[in-house]
C-alpha cells in the first residue's frame, strides 16, 4: 500500500487549507516535512502546531493532527496551514520528494471502506454530504449509516430464505425445511416490495441532493417569462406583449423553497412558418424532455385549441397547470391549477410550494430515502431476483430458486461494499474529488 498525500481544500485562497496524509510511510513523511514547535513524541488524535518545511527550509506554520488509526484506517496526518495555493503545493511536492503519491479520486474514503470502517453506503454519504444542494439532501446523507444498517437486515432475510432453500437441495427428505413455501414466497414477496419502495424514493433523494429542472410551456404571451422572473427573483429573460417573444431557451439556476431548481422558460408555442422561431420551439421541445416538472402556463380566459393542445400533449408528465393573468381575467380555473398574477405576485407563493411538494412530495423518513443512481439499480435487481425466486418456486423448482437469490445476495453485496471487487470500486470512487 502507497502513501498517499493531497489537498483536501479546494484550491483558492482562503483563511486555511488542509492537506491529508495516509499510509504506511505516513510518520517518515511527516517527520520530513513538520517539525513540531515544541519537542515532545507525536501522540495519536493530538494538535500540535508545526513548522512546514521542504529541501529548502521552513515555508509555513501549520497545525497538524496525527492520527496511528484515521478515517483510512492507517496512520494518517492532517495538515492546517496557511490557505494559499503556493504553500499547498508546496506541502504536497514536499511529501511527495519524501516518497508519498498523490491520491487518486476519493481514494481516502476508498482505503477508510477496504479497511472495514465505512460501507460502501457510507462513503456515498460523504459524496453526497459534499454535493448536496439543499437541506433535505444533508439529511439523506446524514442518514447514509442507518440506510446502511436497513440494506444489512435486507440481506439478513435474503440469506436465511437462501439458506432454507440450499437446505431443501442437500436435504432433500425434508426433515430441515422449516418454512413452506407459502412462508417463503410471502417473505420474499415483501422484500421484493421493500427493495422496490427503497429504490423509488432515489427520485425524490436525486432532486434533494442534485436539485430539478423545472421547464415552463404554453402559448405565446401566457406570461411564461414573467413568471419565469418571479421565480428566480429578477428580470433575467424579455417580457413583451409581442406574441413570440423568447425564441431560445433561457436556463437560471435559483432556489424555489430548500430546493435548488435549474428554471427553464421556452419559446411559446403558436404556428409559425418563421425558421428561427420553429427552431427555437424545436430546440425547447428537446430540452423539456429532461425536465422533472413541467408548468403548463395557461393565460386566464384564454382557453384556446393550443392550450387545449398543449395540455393534452403533457398530460402524462409530472405537470402543474398555471393559469396566469387573474389580475386581468378572475374566471374559474380548472381542479388543481394554480392560479397566478405574474403582475401582482399574486399566487406566487402557493405555486412555489406546489412546485416544492410535487418534487420531493411529502417528505419520507431520510432513512428510507436512497441519495445515488446506483444504490436504486442494485436494489431493483434485489427485487428482480425476489421476485425471479418467487416465480421459480412456483415453476422451476427449488435450484433456480436459489440461483436467483444467490444473485440477488450479490446485489446487495455490491451495494454495501461487502462485495469490495475493484471494479466495483473503481466506478465509484471516480467520481469523488481528490483529497477526500
Ligand atoms: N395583466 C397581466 N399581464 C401579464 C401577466 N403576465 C404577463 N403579462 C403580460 O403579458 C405579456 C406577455 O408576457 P410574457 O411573459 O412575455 O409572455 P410569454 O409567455 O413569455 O410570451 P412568449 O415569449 O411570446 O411565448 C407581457 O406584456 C406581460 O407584461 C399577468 O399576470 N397579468
Ligand atoms: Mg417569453
Redesign the pocket.
Known sequence: MTTIVAAATVPGRAALALVRLSGPDAARVRDAVCRPLVDGPWRGGRARRVELRDATGPFDDGVAVWTTRGYTGEPALEVTLHGNPLLVERLVAACLANGAVLAGPGEFTRRAVLAGRLSLVEAEGVDLAIRSTSAGGLEVARAAPRLSQTLDALRDEVLAVTAELEARLDYPGDELALEDDASLVHTLDAIAARSRALAETHRVGRVLVEGARVALVGE?NAG???L?NRLVGRER???SDTPG??RDVVETRCRLGDLEVTLL?T??ERVTDDPIEAAGLALARELVEGADLLLVVLRAGAGTPTEAEILARTAGRPRLVVVNGVDQHDGPVPEGAFATSARTGDGLEALVAGIVRTLVGHVPDPEAIVGTLRQAEHLRALAEACEGAVEALELAGVAVAADELVHGLAAVDALTGADTREDVLDALFARFCIGK
Request: proline residues 0%; glycine residues 8%; without cysteine.
Open positions: 405565446v411564461k417569462s414573467s419565469f429573460a424579455l417580457v417573444t423568447t422558460d419559446a411559446g
